[in-house]
């Protein structure tokens, strides 16, 4: 059974760094492209971040490209996003997910993605 567990959430003001993590388990690690969105209450989830099945390619959200970076340790199966300059406005639930077709290609659609985490709030304050 695939599972994904974020962590690195919290409180942070308006300027600030965070620095989010996903553990993934359950199968092999790369060969599958993973991703980060992200949730605000009343709104629907938002693409952030993805990253490809080989580790070289990463897409970004126009809105956090120069701020967010993506990246992954295959050695401990994680994946991380680097996020700075927060906005309040980034106030949301962060997941990362996964596609369970082997090699997929990236996408920015959620519904490419069959794995979730269960998610991590991140707070910005103005």
């Known amino acids: 059974q695939v599972q994904l567990v974020e962590s690195g959430g919290g409180l942070v003001q308006a300027g600030g760094s965070l620095r989010l993590s996903c553990v993934v388990s359950?199968?092999?690690?790369?060969?599958?492209?993973m991703a980060w969105f992200r949730q605000a209450p009343g709104k629907e989830r938002e693409f952030v971040a993805a990253?490809?099945?080989?580790?070289?390619?990463?897409v970004y959200a126009d809105s956090v490209k120069g701020r967010f970076t993506m990246s992954r340790d295959s050695a401990k199966n994680t994946v991380y996003l680097q996020m700075s300059s927060l906005k309040p406005e980034e106030t949301a639930v962060y997941y990362c997910?996964?596609?369970?077709?082997?090699?997929?290609?990236?996408?920015?659609?959620?519904?490419?993605?069959?794995?979730w985490g269960q998610g991590t709030q991140v707070t910005v304050s103005s």
């Open positions: 997910a996964t596609d369970r077709r082997f090699q997929s290609s990236i996408s920015r659609i959620p519904e490419q993605y069959n794995y």
């Open positions: 359950g199968r092999p690690f790369s060969n599958y492209p």
């Open positions: 990253l490809s099945y080989t580790g070289l390619s990463t």
